[in-house]
């Protein structure tokens, strides 16, 4: 009789919590959600979205709405919905630990800005991977210019890369190396501003210091790059110093081991 009674009481007691649970999880789901605290960091000036718009796109998205109860949010949507955003290099979206819903986003760092030569625009980003522009901003990069035949969905140089088939054919993975390196190194950095592709598929670099034309040439691979960056900066370091900014028309980086050198005329 007494385990009878003790296996009832059991019974009850189970029930009664089961009954609190599901009361208890009826009464968070039936919640109104406050707006997520949106987190967005930055490695540099450029940011591509600030927390009012994004808000603004999930809203659009009907993601995020007024009167929202808290079982209508939808994590993974969410966050498949910000992943989308080309300008979006990783998101996180998570309840704390007082039942607030936090959006955590990293944004991409941008290092060129092309113009490919169907009247295209696109940002490439530090990791090799395209961007769009947005009419709200825009980011302070290298220009890159000319013969340039990838488009603005084009896939990411890694993938170049380790095509053979698309290295004859494809740019920008030549771009990015350029780019990358001018970006990550304070003399080039403050020097040049601007890539130019020739149809013979000479890479010219513009400077911000000085009219010369810096002719590049190839950018088949990182040893090629840094070589030829290299030769640069031992040639202003031990020539520009004496010569003067001025005195040349154009710098030639194309041939291995040396820097060819045009002046400007003098007459003109």
């Known amino acids: 009789m007494k385990n009878w009674i003790k296996i009832s009481l059991w019974s009850v ?4 919590i089961l009954a609190l649970g599901i009361k208890i999880k009826s009464d968070l789901e039936a919640e109104i959600l406050k707006e997520p605290n949106i987190i967005i960091h930055v490695d540099d000036e450029n940011s591509f979205i600030n927390k009012a718009e994004l808000l603004g796109r999930l809203k659009t998205e009907n ?4 009167g929202q109860k808290r079982k209508d949010f ?3 949507r969410i966050e498949e919905f910000i992943s989308s955003i080309s300008q979006v290099k990783c998101v996180d979206v998570f309840q704390t630990i007082n039942g607030d819903w936090q959006i955590d986003v ?3 760092k941008p290092i060129a800005r092309i113009f ?4 295209e625009s696109y940002y490439l980003d530090s990791k090799g991977n395209t961007m769009n522009t947005t009419p709200s901003h825009t980011a302070r990069t290298l ?4 013969n340039i035949k990838d488009r603005s969905n084009s896939i990411s140089t890694a993938e170049i890369i380790n095509n053979d088939s698309l290295i004859s054919i494809r740019k920008l993975d030549d771009i990015y190396r350029i780019s990358s390196y001018v970006c990550n190194d304070p003399l080039f950095h403050s020097l040049v501003g601007q890539i130019h592709l020739e149809k013979n598929g000479d890479f010219i670099l513009v400077p911000l210091v000085g009219d010369q034309k810096i002719v590049f040439g190839t950018a088949h691979s990182s040893t090629e790059v840094k070589s030829k960056f290299e030769k640069l900066k031992i040639f202003y370091n031990e020539a520009m110093s004496y010569e003067g900014w001025t005195t040349y028309s154009e ?3 194309k041939f291995e081991d040396q820097i060819v050198c045009k002046k400007k005329n003098t007459n003109e």
């Open 63 to 66: 993601l995020l709405f007024n």
């Open 143 to 146: 220009v890159v210019t000319g």
């Open 13 to 16: 007691f189970a029930t009664i």
């Open 116 to 119: 490919n030569k169907f009247g």
């Open 74 to 76: 939808n994590i993974e």
């Open 106 to 108: 990293q944004i991409r």
């Open 251 to 253: 710098i030639s980086l």
